[in-house]
């Protein structure tokens, strides 16, 4: 028996004891995908200046929240589905339902491209004030696809607990993207429509050949979807509708900044900010393994003991990563200096970003388990007031202090953030007291 069907046909009971081993899958899929992601934006950053890599990520950052706009939040929502649903054998339900998503987010991706594609000049001028935007987000419209599709793929492995499939689809799109941004710069015709191409099409491309080779399970020909496939597929969405509302209202908090310094300030300042939240965002191989494992894992426990089980040994976990995160911003001057030193002035953005992201990486664990106990509206409510002090203090400390005003407006709203995450799950799981019943059920 193979390493691969060994981790796909264990048992589902005593989840906890894969925990250290799934993380550590996960967390190596992450390396490899980010790490190339890394090297791609080294080259980039070594070939486009401030202003144009300014340029790459608005539009990237359009596409980003045109992509969340579009998912309605089905991706978390499958995962938690499909892992209950696969824990109590009910197979031919879990395909039916995973056939309806998909070509649900198909449809409703298709709707908002051409949306997109006709509203561009509309964004680039009334929103970014940067009518020479108008193509590259008609270019950044078509990847709109390529995320949907492998953040559908993405949360398939994750839900049947694949996490070395995963890891192996995650990396791929990188490997090759990489491999074209460095063919162009060796050619002397890399751009930054060339980049942005480049993250639009092979995603799209890589996901394409995913569905042909592993869609014929739950996309073959069926009945029509009937009873008890719809009241299924409607706990989907009474669940995903508040995962929706708060990944949009994350991914507009998140890129919030980005606009704010392209309307209040400067392209090479948003160049700036930019490669110091790509530096920062380095700590997210931890965040983005922690999440892969913890969704499904936390959506297979049943009651308030095993809940705090999972929330304790994570955050010894965490715990154990702290001294060597604590050590990273003395490094990141040095480093920006020899990877790309046009980007040098980065360097403080960068220590003020770094030190959010931990406020974010503390928080994760509790926000799994607002999922698990159905209680995802309280995270909305959160990005909601997140969202709101990002807008205020960001147009305030943007307009006095540029890029480093957008990090401090960052860090002061993810420390507001964590806190009322982590204080409400620490009430409800560990204070009210377990009631062992599942609320979806």
């Known amino acids: 028996m193979t390493l691969l069907s060994k981790l796909r046909d264990r048992p589902a009971l005593h989840p906890l004891s894969w925990l250290g081993r799934d993380i550590s899958v996960a967390f190596l899929g992450h390396l490899a995908s980010r790490s190339l992601g890394i090297l791609t934006f080294i080259v980039m950053t070594?070939?486009?200046?401030?202003?144009?890599?300014?340029?790459?990520?608005?539009?990237?950052?359009?596409?980003?929240?045109?992509q969340y706009v579009s998912d309605l939040g089905f991706d978390v929502g499958m995962t938690r589905?499909?892992?209950?649903?696969?824990?109590?054998?009910?197979?031919?339900?879990?395909?039916?339902?995973?056939?309806?998503?998909?070509?649900?987010?198909?449809?409703?991706?298709?709707?908002?491209?051409?949306?997109?594609?006709?509203?561009?000049?509309?964004?680039?001028?009334?929103?970014?004030?940067?009518?020479?935007?108008?193509?590259?987000?008609?270019?950044?419209?078509?990847?709109?696809?390529?995320?949907?599709l492998t953040g559908f793929w993405q949360s398939y492995f994750g839900a049947r607990l694949q996490f070395l499939r995963n890891a192996a689809f995650s990396t791929i799109a990188p490997a090759l993207i990489l491999a074209i941004i460095v063919a162009l710069?060796?050619?002397?015709?890399?751009?930054?429509?060339?980049?942005?191409?480049?993250?639009?099409?092979?995603?799209?491309?890589?996901?394409?050949?995913?569905?042909?080779?592993?869609?014929?399970?739950?996309?073959?020909?069926?009945?029509?979807v009937q009873p008890p496939v719809l009241p299924a597929l409607r706990r989907v969405w009474r669940f995903s509708r508040w995962i929706y509302l708060s990944n949009t209202l994350s991914v507009v908090r998140f890129r919030l900044?980005?606009?704010?310094?392209?309307?209040?300030?400067?392209?090479?300042e948003v160049g700036l900010y930019g490669y110091g939240d790509k530096l920062a965002s380095m700590l997210?191989?931890?965040?983005?393994?922690?999440?892969?494992?913890?969704?499904?894992?936390a959506s297979r426990l049943m009651s308030h003991d095993e809940l705090r089980a999972l929330l304790r040994t994570s955050y010894r976990w965490i715990l154990m990563l702290l001294p060597l995160f604590v050590l990273v911003p003395f490094a990141i001057r040095p480093a920006i200096a020899f990877l790309s030193p046009e980007y040098v002035q980065a360097a403080p953005i960068c220590v003020v970003l770094w030190i959010s992201i931990l406020f974010t990486l503390a928080s994760l664990p509790s926000n799994t388990?607002?999922?698990?106990?159905?209680?995802?509206?309280?995270?909305?409510?959160?990005?909601?007031?997140?969202?709101?002090l990002t807008a205020v203090l960001g147009v305030t400390l943007v307009r006095s202090h540029g890029g480093l005003g957008a990090a401090f407006a960052m860090l002061i709203?993810?420390?507001?953030s964590?806190?009322?995450i982590v204080g409400w799950v620490y009430f409800t799981v560990f204070r009210r007291g377990a009631t062992g019943k599942d609320p979806v059920h």
Request: net charge positive; with cysteine.
């Open 46 to 66: 070594r070939t486009l200046d401030p202003a144009h890599y300014g340029i790459f990520l608005l539009a990237y950052a359009i596409l980003e929240i045109a």
């Open 81 to 148: 589905f499909v892992a209950r649903s696969e824990r109590e054998g009910r197979e031919e339900e879990t395909n039916a339902v995973l056939r309806a998503v998909f070509l649900t987010k198909l449809l409703i991706t298709a709707v908002l491209v051409a949306v997109m594609w006709v509203g561009a000049p509309f964004v680039a001028g009334k929103i970014l004030s940067r009518t020479e935007m108008t193509p590259y987000i008609r270019i950044a419209a078509i990847g709109v696809f390529g995320q949907q």
């Open 185 to 224: 710069r060796v050619s002397g015709t890399l751009d930054t429509a060339a980049c942005l191409q480049a993250y639009v099409w092979v995603p799209l491309v890589v996901c394409v050949g995913t569905t042909l080779a592993l869609g014929r399970r739950f996309l073959r020909a069926q009945k029509p």
């Open 257 to 268: 900044n980005g606009i704010l310094l392209a309307r209040l300030a400067t392209l090479p």
């Open 284 to 297: 997210t191989l931890f965040t983005n393994a922690i999440t892969t494992v913890f969704i499904p894992r």
């Open 369 to 388: 388990v607002l999922y698990s106990i159905n209680q995802p509206h309280v995270e909305t409510f959160v990005e909601a007031v997140a969202l709101a």
């Open 413 to 416: 709203q993810r420390f507001v």
């Open 418 to 420: 964590t806190s009322l």
